[in-house]
């Protein structure tokens, strides 16, 4: 059975920094590109960040471009989220998604499994 | 970025009935392998997003066949044949051609 857990996400203050890890199973995580999508209480989806399978190449909105750095680790089946000058807007529930293929143009298309989760709220 | 617009907001429906709801696009959503990169998402109530159709009019795997996908240019529809209670939720585009990938802000479906 394929799964994502997310984990980390926590109440942290304006400024500070937080890891969120991502787990999964049930398939060969290092053949397929992952990303992170948040979602603000009440709002909608917004996509954050992006990761081939090799890990190689690397994508970021503009929102988290240079305050957040996306990793994975092929040999733990977890891929991370590191984010640093948090702040209130970027409090939200982050999911994990696995994308269809090795990398995300091809016509192998979609985020075809999700997470459930976890919060993070930045609040002083 | 490439801005996508959802319209209606907010779709009431009967179950029974058949439902549409519509996605644009900014830009033209075209890859070189012929494709367009657009993908519809469901979020049910207090769940994760789950995909629906891929390429604009493909249903992903596990899909009921009363989903379907059109393309007309920059113009995505999301067309369920008839409504079941089950489906209610909030339903989003997404386009993947280019960084950052972008949702639409989603439609609403509600049972009437």
């Known amino acids: 059975e394929v799964q994502l857990l997310e984990s980390g996400g926590d109440l942290v203050q304006p400024g500070g920094s937080l890891r969120l890890s991502c787990e999964v199973s049930?398939?060969?995580?290092?053949?397929?590109?992952m990303s992170w999508v948040r979602q603000a209480p009440g709002k909608g989806l917004e996509w954050v960040s992006g990761?081939?399978?090799?890990?190689?190449?690397?994508y970021y909105a503009e929102s988290v471009e240079g305050r957040f750095t996306i990793s994975r680790d092929n040999s733990k089946n977890t891929l991370y989220l590191q984010m640093t000058s948090l702040r209130a807007e970027d409090t939200a529930v982050y999911y994990c998604?696995?994308?269809?293929?090795?990398?995300?143009?091809?016509?192998?298309?979609?985020?075809?499994?999700w997470g459930q989760g976890t919060m993070v709220t930045v609040s002083s | 970025d490439i801005v996508m617009t959802q319209s209606p907001l907010s779709l009431p429906v009967t179950p029974g009935e058949p439902a549409s709801m519509s996605c644009r696009s900014s830009q033209h959503l075209m890859h070189s392998d012929g494709y367009n990169y657009l993908d519809w998402y469901l979020q049910k109530p207090g769940q994760s997003p789950q995909l629906l159709v891929y390429l604009g009019s493909n249903r992903a795997s596990g899909v009921p066949d009363r989903f379907s996908g059109d393309i007309s240019g920059t113009n995505f529809t999301l067309k369920i044949s008839r409504v079941e209670a089950e489906d209610v939720g909030l339903y989003y585009c997404?386009?993947?051609?280019?960084?950052?990938?972008?949702f639409g802000g989603g439609t609403k479906v509600e049972i009437k």
């Open positions: 990761i081939a399978g090799t890990g190689g190449a690397t």
């Open positions: 997404m386009q993947v051609l280019h960084t950052p990938f972008t």
């Open positions: 049930g398939f060969t995580f290092s053949a397929f590109a």
């Open positions: 998604a696995k994308w269809r293929d090795l990398d995300f143009w091809t016509a192998l298309n979609g985020f075809d499994m």
